[in-house]
């Protein structure tokens, strides 16, 4: 959680402006489409000084690797309620 909240507050501002919803495991939504190229993917790698747990006292440089993997449609969301009429 910390990593991602550091990409996306100090490290990828412009990739993440408005931030994007991390479910803490490998899921990332965004309410809008990231600018990852056609390539639909984007490595991102940044180093992070103060993470204290990391697995070698010289590894603070992190990766993540990033895939769109599926978009929703705003208009397939948007539920169509028949109005109700009083029948005599």
């Known amino acids: 959680m910390e990593l991602m909240h550091h990409l996306q507050t100090i490290d990828a501002v412009d990739v993440f402006t408005p931030r994007a919803v991390y479910d803490g495991r490998k899921n990332l939504f965004a309410a809008r489409e990231l600018p990852f190229g056609p390539q639909n993917s984007q490595q991102v790698c940044f180093v ?3 993470i204290a747990y990391s697995l ?3 590894s603070s440089t992190f990766a ?4 769109l993997i599926a ?3 705003v208009k397939t969301l948007q539920v169509v309620v028949p109005r109700c009429t009083k029948s005599n």
């Open 48 to 50: 992070v000084p103060h």
């Open 56 to 58: 070698s006292p010289c």
């Open 64 to 67: 993540f690797l990033m895939i």
């Open 71 to 73: 978009a929703v449609l």
